[in-house]
């Protein structure tokens, strides 16, 4: 069964601590992994597609990268703006849906 | 462009009512996908479509219907509503096979008493 599992749960961070998300997957076959944020009482908001192992994107503060058993979003130099939850979901090449994790609510304090 | 819109914003419903969440996007996206989200849970699928006149089932379906007679809309009912349905339910589009890519809407905060 496909899964993805983030951790931590929560992390508070002084503006320009960099700091890492972790983003543990299981899947049958990865089609493609995906970094979402989500601000408070918003809908999720597109950050990142990943495809192989190996693969790195960047945006501004954000870097997301990928290996066969977990992605990591990086944030240098995080600012207060930064302050959101953090999704990450996978898709397998046998299914047309997404699994989604339960999140990493970031808090960063100036 | 809109891009993905959900009406209504909030909605109280009493047990046993029944209800129609609306989604509609303007960009001509062919994939579409209905998502509750729940305190510790995550989003959890409900129900898809990968076209008009296409859908299929999610982790969680029971309840809920969706039907998709245009590329446009995808509306998401509550046959019965139940207090296990209270969450906050979000639409999503993409282009199927370019990128997947999800643009969501904003959201649907769903009570039942």
């Known amino acids: 069964e496909d899964q993805v599992t983030q951790s931590p749960e929560a992390l508070r961070l002084q503006e320009g601590e960099s700091s890492s998300l972790n983003c543990s997957y299981t899947?049958?076959?990865?089609?493609?992994l995906f970094w979402y944020r989500q601000d408070p009482g918003k809908g999720p908001e597109f950050l990142f597609t990943?495809?192989?192992a190996g693969e790195e994107k960047e945006k501004e503060r954000l870097k997301a990268t990928l290996t066969k058993k977990e992605s990591f979003l990086h944030i240098t130099a995080p600012k207060p703006e930064d302050s959101a939850t953090y999704l990450c979901?996978?898709?397998?090449?046998?299914?047309?849906?997404?699994?989604f994790g339960t999140g990493t609510r970031l808090q960063v304090f100036p | 462009n809109a891009g993905v819109t959900q009406t209504p914003k909030f909605q109280v419903l009493k047990t046993g009512q029944s209800m129609t969440l609306q989604c509609a996007q303007d960009?001509?996206?062919?994939?579409m996908s209905w998502y509750r989200q729940d305190p510790g849970m995550g989003l959890r699928l409900i129900h898809y479509?990968?076209?008009?006149?296409?859908?299929d089932q999610g982790e969680v379906p029971n309840g809920y219907n969706v039907s998709r007679s245009t590329t446009e809309d995808f509306p998401l009912r509550l046959l019965s509503a139940a207090p296990s349905q209270t969450s906050v339910y979000f639409c999503?589009?993409?282009?199927?096979?370019?990128?997947?890519?999800?643009?969501f809407g904003p959201g649907t905060r769903l009570t039942v008493t």
């Open positions: 979901a996978v898709r397998g090449w046998d299914t047309d849906k997404l699994i």
């Open positions: 479509s990968v076209g008009a006149g296409i859908t």
């Open positions: 960009m001509n996206h062919e994939y």
């Open positions: 899947v049958s076959g990865l089609r493609g």
């Open positions: 990943l495809y192989s």
């Open positions: 999503a589009s993409s282009q199927r096979e370019i990128t997947y890519e999800q643009y």
